[in-house]
């Protein structure tokens, strides 16, 4: 089987809409030359017990092609470079289109898959079946939709949109006017509000006593990893200030994030964030972990590594809930494989640079130890 001519691809988003799973992937390589597709594929899959296979067995996809057979461009955003999605989700109360729910994405345009160009707000057209731009936001702007599965909550009688990355440290509400106002969206940070991480000038919020105060703060982004790893650094934050640090519970380890995503689920009545780690010994992007939290905001503190890779890499991995099986007491998992950013010299063949989907049983007693 070699559907839409399709011979690897890279960070795969999906998300149930018009009653099939739509998947999306960025960098898309053909076996006819080493070069693909920079402008993201698609293809859409039945959900399972409505016409699709069980998840254990595999997907079946119907890609989008072109007249060469090749899986097509869905998203022509216009100008040079490559384009990427993110923050794939669906907003409802919209009319058009036929049943008043409309799919979006935050889309960036780059050149050489480096220096960012445009970002902004993409939306789905059914008619055409692309995303098209629809708004363009600056590029400095870091309030925006992303992530590889954002998700929907109800705080305090509110539904919002909850975006990170692996953290779900952002939000807007739902409504689809709101996702190309930046300063609609709030992060759940010490900074004061309406400020940016500026290094050693970094502008905290602290009571009377001198804590960090962590709030939702409108037009105020939440600190990456990186840039809270700076502040502890700099003295300016300790470690334990912060609801977002995550060690190994087996090692104490501190866990160097990477990519990763949140969602609610019904069997252990928590919010699980599965992510990887970055500098391992086993690997530099293959080591997979689990934590939970009862809000997606946290306090996120100790994970349990679920999957590790020989010298290889695993990267921007994802959970889909929608083939959750049993209550959610068995989930699947998804990501990027290849040996890039690894030592390893030779890939494994027909596998490589290609996705790989990992079933995990909830009740395992080994995920209690």
Not at 27 to 56: C, H, I, M, V, W
Not at 158 to 169: D, I, K, M, Q, S
Not at 299 to 327: C, M
Request: aromatic letters at 12%; glycine letters at 10%.
């Amino acid at each position: 089987m070699i559907n839409g001519l399709v011979a690897g691809q890279d960070s795969a988003l999906a998300i149930p809409y018009q009653k099939k799973i739509y998947w999306f992937w960025g960098d898309t390589s053909r076996p006819a030359y080493p070069l693909g597709l920079f402008k993201a594929s698609g293809a859409t899959s039945l959900l399972p017990g409505q016409g699709g296979l069980n998840a254990e067995v595999g997907v079946n996809f119907d890609y989008w092609v072109g007249k060469d057979g090749f899986c097509r461009n869905m998203a022509p955003i216009e100008g040079p470079g490559v384009v990427w999605l993110d923050g794939l989700q669906t907003v409802s109360g919209i009319s058009p289109p036929r049943d008043g729910v409309r799919m979006f994405a935050h889309y960036t345009r780059l050149r050489d898959l480096g220096e960012p160009l445009e970002q902004g707000l993409a939306l789905w057209n059914d008619d055409k079946q692309v995303f098209e731009r629809a708004s363009s936001l600056a590029l400095d702007n870091p309030m925006h939709a992303h992530g590889a599965a954002p998700f929907k909550f109800v705080d305090g009688g509110v539904e919002y949109f909850y975006f990170g990355n692996p953290y779900p440290h952002m939000r807007v509400q739902t409504r689809l006017e709101y996702l190309s106002q930046p300063e609609k969206f709030e992060g759940f940070t010490p900074l004061v509000s309406g400020s940016r991480f500026e290094g050693t000038k970094t502008a905290l919020q602290r009571d009377e006593d001198g804590n960090l105060v962590w709030g939702w703060r409108a037009n105020t982004p939440p600190l990456t990893p990186d840039q809270q790893r700076k502040l502890v650094e700099a003295g300016l934050m300790k470690r334990s200030d912060s609801p977002f640090r995550v060690a190994d519970v087996d090692t104490g380890r501190e866990i160097m994030e990477h990519h990763g995503s949140v969602t609610w689920n019904e069997y252990r009545q928590k919010f699980i964030m599965i992510f990887g780690d970055t500098f391992a010994e086993e690997s530099l992007l293959g080591e997979i972990y689990l934590a939970e939290a009862d809000r997606p905001e946290g306090p996120w503190v100790t994970a349990k590594k679920i999957i590790s890779h020989d010298h290889y890499s695993f990267y921007n991995v994802v959970q889909r809930s929608f083939l959750a099986e049993d209550g959610g007491r068995v989930i699947y998992l998804e990501g990027t494989y290849t040996k890039m950013f690894s030592s390893t010299q030779t890939a494994t063949p027909r596998y490589d640079y290609n996705q790989i989907m990992y079933r995990l049983d909830l009740s395992d007693s080994r995920l209690r130890e």
